[in-house]
C-alpha cells in the first residue's frame, strides 16, 4: 500500500473516529512542519466534516531557546491564547512529530518545575472539560528520524511500527478499535465490581481501592494508538512498593530505574539509578507525591519500548502508574500540574481483584 494511502487511512481514522469532529466544531491542531503530509490530510478531512480547523506549528530549537532565555516569569507565562483554547475549544489534535527528541536534555531541573507547576490551573481546566465531554482531544505520532533513533529504528521500521500499532494496514482500521473497544469493555465491567486492585511481581507489590471510582475502556479516542484500561485509584489507599523497570521521561530527559515507596497514597521514598536530581525536583510539584491513576496496557501490537510513553503504556504485559492529577471522570480527586506516567513489566506477575487472581504473567484471563 502506497504511504499516502497509509496517510490518508490515518487523517480519517483521527477525525471521524478519534476525535468525532461534526459539522461547526472548533479544533486546534498542534504539531510540527515535519507532520505537513499528514496534517494536510487532517485538514481536509477536517473540514469535509463541517469543522473549523486550525494550527499552531512549532520551529525546530524553540523549546531549547526559550528555556536557556526565558525569565522566572516567562517560565510561569500562561498563554491567554492557550487558556481560551483551553477553555472554548472543542476539540485539540496534538501529532507529536519531533524534531530532536533530546534537545531538553540538559535543562537544569529547576527550570522544567517552574514551568510545569505553573500550568496547574490550566491541566485543571482541560481534565475537567475533557471530563464533562466539551472538549474531544487526541494524542497520535508522525514518525520522525528522530523519533526512530530514539528507540533503535530506521525511519521506514519505525513508520511501519507506528503505522501497524494504529491497525493502518487493515482493511478496515475502525473496525479493528471497535472490536478492541468491546474486548475491554469486558475486563472493565469486571473491574467496575471490585474494591481493592493487588499488583504483584518481583518488581511491584502494590495494594489500592477503587469502590467510588470507575474504570475506563480506552480504546483509541484520547490516544491513537490506545489498548489500555485505567482508573484513579482512592488517594489515600495505595500501599506498597514498586519499582518502574523502565525509565521514566520527563520532558524529555530519562530517569532511570524508579523505585517508590508509598505509604497511604504518599511517596515517602524515592530513589533512581540515573537522574535523582530531576525526581525530587519533580516530587516538589504540589499534588506530585500520591498517584492520579492505575493502569493495565492491553495492546500486543505495541511490542517495543519505544521512550515514547504514548506506545509504551500501552504495551501488553505492563502496568503503568501516574504520579499527580487524575482524570476527573474515574473519579479521582488528586490536583497537579502534571500527570507523570511511570512502566513496570509484569510479565512474570499477578493482578488480583478482592482477592481473585485475574491476571497472569501478562495476560488478563478473562
Not at 511501519?160 to 475486563?187: A, H, M, R
Request: glycine residues 8%.
Amino acid at each position: 500500500m502506497a504511504t499516502n494511502d497509509i496517510i490518508k487511512k490515518y487523517a480519517k481514522l483521527l477525525v471521524k473516529y478519534s476525535l468525532g469532529l461534526k459539522k461547526g466544531d472548533r479544533l486546534l491542531i498542534n504539531s510540527t512542519y515535519l507532520a505537513e503530509e499528514l496534517l494536510k490530510e487532517v485538514y481536509a478531512e477536517a473540514l469535509a466534516a463541517g469543522a473549523y480547523p486550525e494550527f499552531k506549528i512549532a520551529l525546530n530549537g524553540t523549546d531549547k531557546i526559550f528555556y536557556d532565555n526565558a525569565s522566572d516569569s516567562q517560565l510561569e507565562y500562561i498563554s491567554p491564547l492557550s487558556k481560551y483554547v483551553y477553555e472554548n475549544y472543542d476539540a485539540l489534535l496534538n501529532v507529536s512529530s519531533p524534531f530532536n527528541v533530546k534537545e531538553l536534555q540538559n535543562t537544569p531541573a529547576e527550570k522544567k518545575q517552574k514551568c510545569s507547576a505553573a500550568r496547574a490551573g490550566l491541566n485543571k481546566t482541560f481534565m475537567q472539560r475533557s471530563a464533562d465531554k466539551k472538549l474531544r482531544w487526541t494524542l497520535c505520532e508522525f514518525p520522525t528520524n528522530a523519533g526512530a533513533q530514539e528507540c533503535g529504528m530506521s525511519l521506514a521500521e519505525y513508520a511501519d511500527f507506528v503505522y501497524n500499532c494504529c491497525f493502518l494496514y487493515e482493511d478496515d482500521p475502525i473496525g479493528c478499535w471497535d472490536k478492541l473497544e468491546k474486548g475491554q469493555q469486558k475486563i472493565v465491567d469486571l473491574l467496575n465490581t471490585k474494591k481493592e486492585v493487588h499488583y504483584k511481581s518481583s518488581d511491584v507489590d502494590v495494594k489500592f481501592r477503587t469502590d467510588g471510582r470507575k474504570w475506563i475502556n480506552s480504546s483509541g479516542h484520547f490516544n491513537m494508538p490506545s489498548g489500555e484500561v485505567f482508573t484513579g485509584p482512592v488517594e489515600d489507599s495505595i500501599n506498597g512498593k514498586v519499582r518502574f523497570s523502565y525509565p521514566g521521561i520527563f520532558m524529555e530527559q530519562e530517569i532511570e530505574d524508579i523505585t517508590l515507596e508509598i505509604k497511604n497514597g504518599l511517596v515517602i521514598k524515592a530513589t533512581a539509578a540515573k537522574g535523582q536530581e530531576l525526581l525530587n525536583k519533580i516530587l516538589e510539584i504540589p499534588g506530585a507525591r500520591r498517584f492520579g491513576e492505575a493502569a493495565v496496557g492491553n495492546n500486543d501490537r505495541v511490542n517495543k519500548f519505544t521512550k515514547n510513553m504514548l506506545y509504551d503504556e500501552k504495551m501488553g504485559g505492563t502496568i503503568h502508574m501516574a504520579l499527580g492529577a487524575g482524570y476527573p471522570e474515574t473519579g479521582a480527586k488528586n490536583e497537579s500540574a502534571i500527570h507523570w506516567d511511570l512502566l513496570a513489566d509484569m510479565k512474570d506477575g499477578q493482578i488480583l481483584a478482592d482477592g481473585e487472581v485475574i491476571y497472569k504473567n501478562g495476560k488478563f484471563l478473562i
